[in-house]
């Protein structure tokens, strides 16, 4: 490192070419470029653009590249692309020469550079997406090139669609072209995509395009490739990958579309195998989740006759606790009743307005008539009523020592308390921890007291 040292780069001249593929030289040729002195940068270009492809792939020399490239004039970078455009795909295919060829694809600045480009990758696109290497170059001309420029790869994406969906990187790079194309391009390109559709959504990598063209929301995409499946819901359904997207489709389509694919479950045949399937029973907790009301009641009327036979396994008891919980709900919604409507033995409300009751105390005057004794200070004794065998009496009783504070605590039997405090100067009683709307108190010897 010391030999380049306040050294100019003039005293290299002739032996540049070597120093680009030393981990050393290369760096500090690259701090030359960094100064953005025209006379270094054509020094450097001049050595090695006849060399471009070997540098482009050597693990040192195309870091060397990359700033040749970000530095160079137009007419510079232009030699530097025709002298690679022989090699770009074993440029693209290769681990170091990936790097560099994306970046020469991020600086192109003239037609000529792009058409150059374009005629050096058009040929193997599908080959470039299939590689660990090659794909990222492709994207790389996704973000960079107009759509109208990458038309070369919408075609050849589109007409081999099925090959490069179902293949582990394939699927990402036709991802991508669905967000990079234009009106008429991604209408063309997810239409050749939903014609071959059943072949990729039972594919590992194939259903996720499916899926990302659901979650689009546009229904102009998304209905056609519902229709596809017309006939083959039950099936598709019992299918480990497919089961997605028939999920994705009844969460993401249209009302009636998703009515449709579940008319196809209510045969009783197929609704059995669906809810004992490990993947289908999953498409049946989603239509039960997003059908409308009348097909909702339809599904699940035909679910119970069957829910003994799979109560028992764990699916099974996520359906029935869906049915069951939703009914429930229903049941309550359409049947609340009001403290008016029910007082059970032992419960008393807590709520209500305060009346003068009787040896100087005022009463709670609950919904359904009960009354809560309470004073500003407790004497001795206080007057308590009580029922009994449905005869109304009442008796005195002492109050705990603990209660007698111009804040009391009435304590119920759940644990809970309300502290209130009544002033008679003003009529008012305030309650300083909320308690449950009703609390059960305790029942000794068969009396309710109140």
Known sequence: VARFTNTKIENYQGDIYALCKDQHGCRYLQKQLETRNPDTIHLVFVETNQHVVELMTDPFGNYLCQKLLEFSNDEQRTVLINNAAPQMVKIALNQHGTRALQKMIEFISTPEQIQTIIRALKDQVVQLIQDLNGNHVIQKCLNRLSPEDAQFIFDAVGTNCVVVGTHRHGCCVLQRCIDHASGYQKAQLISQITENAFSLVQDPFGNYVLQYIVDLAEPVFTNPLCYSFQTSIPTLSKQKFSSNVVEKCIR??????????????????????????????????????????????????????????????????????????????????????????????????LGGQMTPGSAGGFASQGPSGLQQYADSTYTPTQQLNYVASGVTGNSQFTPLASMAQNSHAHHLSNGSATFSHFSPATNQSSVHQPVPLYGRLGQTNGFNYF
């Open 252 to 349: 993401g389509a249209e009302p009636a579309i998703a009515t449709m694919m579940i008319e196809e479950m209510l045969n009783v045949n197929e609704l059995e195998k669906m809810l004992r399937d490990s993947f289908a029973n999953y498409v049946v907790q989603t239509a039960l989740d997003y059908a409308e009301p009348k097909t909702r009641e339809r599904l699940v009327e035909a679910i119970k006759p069957l829910l003994p036979a799979i109560r028992q396994t764990p699916y099974g008891r996520r359906i029935q606790s869906k049915i069951l919980g939703a009914e429930g709900t229903e049941q309550r919604l359409s049947g609340l009743s009001t403290p008016h409507d029910v007082s059970s033995p032992g419960q008393i409300p």
